[in-house]
């Protein structure tokens, strides 16, 4: 049961720097989203989608974008990465939006540091 | 807007002890209520929840009842143990709303001690 898989796990990037993380769903759903996690915060919306080719702003977008080029993947980019962007990031699913109740299923992160 | 507010942590307990983690939430439309847990290194997973007023939501031991009231939905155990040992969020989504938005509170750290 694979759920959500993120990738890579764990990555060190200088400023500057580009990387793509790369999220993947198995259970056929329609929502994904990309979060980041920092201490005290909480998680933070970043960008999200509601359906394959589709791709709409979250809470914080600014110095990501974000791509849906296929239903099962969701592609999180850092262009030019900055030490701000030196957090925890968490890819979800849902089956549709996120009202009445419906669950949200999240991988196991993505630890960035940016130095 | 909607907000999640948690009681700050961290939180020792000894083991069998009673739990509690305190949320109050303020929201624009209707609220689902949830809330969510996370083990070292690992992502968040669904622990309970509960979509109507008065409703509880249940699961591995933990209780959470929906207060409208008191905009309320507090986390409760009677008896931890030291596998309960991780960082719990909760968290509201809103009908009718933005379809995309789950609003979590800044976490929880609950640390169990044998």
């Known amino acids: 049961n694979a759920g959500v898989t993120q990738t890579p796990k764990f990555r060190v990037l200088k400023t500057g720097q580009s990387m793509t993380l790369l999220c993947a769903q198995d259970?056929?759903?329609?929502?994904m989203y990309w979060y980041r996690q920092d201490p005290g915060m909480g998680l933070r919306l970043i960008h999200y989608?509601?359906?394959?080719?589709?791709?709409a702003k979250g809470e914080v977008p600014d110095g990501y974008n974000v791509s849906r080029l296929k239903k099962q993947n969701f592609l999180l980019g850092l262009e030019s990465a900055a030490p701000s962007q030196t957090s925890v990031y968490f890819c979800?699913?849902?089956?549709?939006?996120?009202?009445?109740?419906?669950?949200?299923?999240f991988g196991e992160g993505s630890w960035l540091t940016v130095v | 807007g909607d907000s999640v507010t948690q009681m700050e942590g961290p939180v020792t307990l000894s083991e069998e002890a009673f739990l509690t983690i305190n949320c109050t939430y303020t929201?624009?439309?209707?609220?689902?209520l949830f809330w969510y847990v996370q083990y070292p290194g690992e992502g968040l997973q669904l622990l309970l929840k509960?979509?109507?007023?008065?409703d509880k939501g249940s699961n591995k031991g933990f209780e959470a009842t929906y207060r409208k009231e008191t905009t309320s939905f507090h986390l409760e155990k009677g008896s931890v143990q030291v596998s309960d040992s991780a960082v719990y969020f909760c968290?509201?989504?809103?009908?009718?709303?933005?379809?995309?938005?789950?609003?979590f509170g800044s976490g929880t750290q609950l640390t169990v001690l044998p």
């Open positions: 509960a979509t109507k007023a008065d």
């Open positions: 979800a699913s849902s089956y549709s939006g996120l009202y009445l109740g419906n669950t949200i299923y």
């Open positions: 259970m056929n759903h329609e929502y």
């Open positions: 989608s509601v359906g394959e080719g589709t791709t």
């Open positions: 968290a509201l989504s809103v009908t009718p709303g933005s379809a995309r938005q789950l609003t």
């Open positions: 929201a624009t439309g209707y609220p689902s």
